[in-house]
């Protein structure tokens, strides 16, 4: 009898799917490092990525005991380190707390599809790594100066009901219908929403800048201005019920139009962040209680939804989407036989 139980297809897909994310993230750490100029952004990036590589490394093992192929993920030939900086200072650790952001979902949700203790272990401690370099990240940017803490509010002395179906109002369709002031519940899921809109915008602007593939440059424009749109859509809402929108400093683009990523892996990049936008507004969606917020929020998931197909369309057109191992078509080998 076996020591350990032959990986499952559930813990087949999540592992295949963090090889993929982690060679990406190991990729672009690459090029961040090579770049930095702050002594403690190249710390946090530069041991960030030693864990990185030795999940990787362990994921690896895991297909050649199990008698699996290695994805290719992403490689060598993925990035050029000697090109000129695509982005000013700041914007790398801005990406890399918007990733770990995304990381911790995964890997919490990847530990409720994994069964085999080894792989349990695995989801389990990439959280806690995740979880330690996005408060870095978080620090790092506060001390500099490059994150807008979300609004204070006065702190309530009593505990209120809701009393009428009023306090759902605010869809445009009545506009004789006066919206409430927006909850802190609200607020937060609208901050978030416009801080993570922001820092994808700068990252998909420079994407365009040196994009190769004519189809693949207007891809990512149109990306852009879908961003835009969320930030100024979501930024009018704070600002109907008297909130500052956040705004960043530092991390923008630079004028340099040499790629320091191929196309394929960029497009994969874009792919994850779609995820994550779709993920991110269907729980402001979920947790808000004013019509209006809803709506808006379902409008982006499609757009976002829309947006990403559009990718996926262009990545297997070029040959940029490598398959997720698939389950035996019974089908087909029933008619072989």
Same mark, same amino acid.
């Given at each position: 009898?076996?020591?350990?139980?032959?990986?499952?297809?559930?813990?087949?897909?999540?592992?295949?799917?963090?090889?993929?994310?982690?060679?990406?993230?190991?990729?672009?750490?690459?090029?961040?490092?090579?770049? @930095?100029?702050?002594?403690?952004?190249?710390?946090?990036?530069?041991?960030?990525?030693?864990?990185?590589?030795?999940?990787?490394?362990?994921?690896?093992?895991?297909?050649?005991?199990?008698?699996?192929?290695?994805?290719?993920?992403?490689?060598?030939?993925?990035?050029?380190?000697?090109?000129?900086?695509?982005?000013?200072?700041? *914007?790398?650790?801005?990406?890399?707390?918007?990733?770990?952001?995304?990381?911790?979902?995964?890997?919490?949700?990847?530990?409720?599809?994994?069964?085999?203790?080894?792989?349990?272990?695995?989801?389990?401690?990439?959280? @806690?790594?995740?979880?330690?370099?996005?408060?870095?990240?978080?620090?790092?940017?506060?001390?500099?100066?490059?994150?807008?803490?979300?609004?204070?509010?006065?702190?309530?002395?009593?505990?209120?009901?809701?009393?009428?179906?009023?306090?759902?109002?605010?869809?445009?369709?009545?506009? *004789?219908?006066?919206?409430?002031?927006?909850?802190?519940?609200?607020? @937060?899921?609208?901050?978030?929403?416009?801080?993570?809109?922001?820092?994808?915008?700068?990252?998909?602007?420079?994407?365009?800048?040196?994009?190769?593939?004519?189809?693949?440059?207007?891809?990512?424009?149109?990306?852009?201005?879908?961003?835009?749109?969320?930030?100024?859509?979501?930024?009018?809402?704070?600002?109907?019920?008297?909130?500052?929108?956040?705004?960043?400093?530092?991390?923008?683009?630079?004028?340099?139009?040499?790629?320091?990523?191929?196309?394929?892996?960029?497009?994969?990049?874009?792919?994850?962040?779609?995820?994550?936008?779709?993920?991110?507004?269907?729980?402001?969606?979920?947790?808000?209680?004013?019509?209006?917020?809803?709506?808006?929020?379902?409008? *982006?998931?499609?757009?976002?939804?829309?947006?990403?197909?559009?990718?996926?369309?262009?990545?297997?057109?070029?040959?940029?989407?490598?398959?997720?191992?698939?389950?035996?078509?019974?089908?087909?080998?029933?008619?072989?036989?």
């Amino acid at each position: 009898m076996p020591e350990k139980p032959v990986i499952t297809s559930s813990e087949l897909g999540v592992l295949w799917l963090t090889y993929q994310e982690k060679t990406m993230n190991l990729r672009m750490l690459e090029y961040f490092i090579e770049k @930095a100029d702050d002594e403690k952004a190249r710390e946090i990036m530069t041991n960030l990525y030693e864990d990185i590589n030795r999940y990787v490394s362990k994921i690896t093992e895991i297909f050649k005991n199990e008698g699996a192929v290695i994805p290719v993920g992403f490689t060598s030939q993925d990035v050029y380190k000697d090109v000129p900086k695509l982005y000013d200072n700041g *914007f790398d650790i801005m990406y890399i707390r918007l990733l770990k952001e995304i990381s911790m979902g995964l890997h919490s949700l990847n530990i409720t599809m994994s069964y085999r203790e080894d792989i349990v272990t695995i989801f389990k401690e990439l959280t @806690a790594i995740t979880q330690t370099y996005y408060n870095l990240c978080t620090q790092y940017l506060l001390e500099k100066g490059m994150l807008v803490r979300p609004p204070y509010v006065t702190m309530p002395h009593s505990v209120e009901f809701v009393k009428d179906t009023n306090y759902l109002g605010g869809l445009a369709i009545n506009p *004789f219908n006066e919206k409430r002031t927006l909850n802190t519940v609200e607020v @937060a899921h609208i901050h978030h929403s416009i801080e993570s809109n922001i820092t994808g915008m700068q990252m998909i602007i420079g994407f365009a800048q040196c994009a190769k593939n004519e189809e693949v440059k207007n891809f990512f424009n149109e990306g852009a201005e879908l961003s835009k749109n969320i930030i100024k859509q979501l930024s009018e809402t704070l600002l109907q019920s008297g909130i500052q929108s956040p705004e960043t400093s530092g991390g923008h683009a630079t004028r340099s139009t040499v790629a320091p990523f191929s196309d394929k892996l960029m497009m994969y990049c874009i792919s994850v962040f779609c995820s994550f936008g779709l993920g991110g507004n269907s729980l402001g969606t979920a947790f808000s209680l004013r019509n209006d917020i809803s709506a808006k929020m379902s409008i *982006f998931m499609k757009d976002i939804f829309e947006y990403a197909h559009k990718g996926a369309k262009i990545m297997i057109k070029n040959g940029w989407m490598e398959e997720p191992p698939q389950m035996e078509e019974r089908g087909k080998l029933i008619k072989k036989s």
